[in-house]
């Protein structure tokens, strides 16, 4: 129950194009639900994080949707670009508990130029 | 802009001698963790840390494993007798407190390589 589980594990987009990366979980008592981006030898960055409250967040080129009653989100990247080629983990968290961060599998994303 | 900072970026053992890993948190942040990924893998969590004391840990945090906050700076991750399984990237995180702070700032990682 405390999974979240992330796909595909892999993605290969064109430049210009959108990135789709989805994830899901069981446990309702998640509460924050943030994306991290990671590239090669370097700790997770936050990217962007979205609450149950509200069914989508935009930052930029960045889009995440969520469906709570599905309980599913997503993240969508706008005009992918060449530098956006990293590792991305959808992730869930209590925060109302001070909760640990549970982490998807990740998704290796590569941009074509 | 404030960072967690982790040292050593790598360190290599032999197998069975003991490691310290060490962070050094944000300075307003009240709460701690250690995660590791091994390579290629998820981010796992280990152990988190408030009030000097662990909150939660994994069932991967077993009696090889411990944590320390030594001074008011930085946060330790101790491996007793390392083994070859214990190779992976260990990133340190931190946070501030409550949930209108939710954000955990990562580190950049030390990379155990155990021989």
């Known amino acids: 129950q405390q999974q979240v589980k992330q796909s595909p594990q892999s993605l290969i987009v064109q430049k210009g194009g959108i990135s789709i990366i989805n994830c899901a979980y069981e446990n309702t008592a998640f509460d924050y639900f943030p994306w991290y981006q990671q590239f090669p030898g370097k700790g997770p960055a936050l990217l962007i994080a979205?609450?149950?409250?509200?069914s989508e967040k935009k930052e930029g080129r960045f889009t995440i949707s969520f469906n709570k009653s599905a309980k599913q989100f997503s993240l969508h990247i706008m005009d992918s670009q060449p530098g956006d080629s990293a590792t991305y983990f959808c992730?869930?968290?209590?925060?109302?508990?001070?909760?640990?961060?549970?982490f998807g599998k990740g998704t290796r994303l590569h941009i074509l130029p | 802009e404030p960072e967690v900072t982790q040292t050593p970026s790598h360190q290599v053992t032999q197998m069975g001698q003991e490691v310290i890993l060490r962070c050094v948190p944000i300075s307003n942040h009240l709460y701690f963790y250690w995660y590791r990924q091994i390579l290629g893998q998820k981010v796992e969590f280990l152990v988190s840390f408030y009030n000097n004391e662990i909150s939660e840990k994994s069932e991967i945090f077993d009696d090889q494993f411990s944590v320390e906050r030594p001074d008011g700076s930085n946060f330790t991750l101790k491996i007793r007798s390392t083994k070859l399984e214990d190779s992976a990237m260990y990133f340190c995180?931190?946070?501030?407190?409550?949930?209108?702070?939710?954000?955990?700032?990562f580190g950049q990682g030390t990379r155990l390589t155990v021989v």
């Open positions: 979205i609450r149950p409250d509200v």
């Open positions: 995180a931190s946070r501030r407190r409550g949930n209108l702070n939710t954000e955990a700032f």
């Open positions: 992730a869930a968290s209590n925060v109302n508990r001070d909760d640990k961060i549970i």
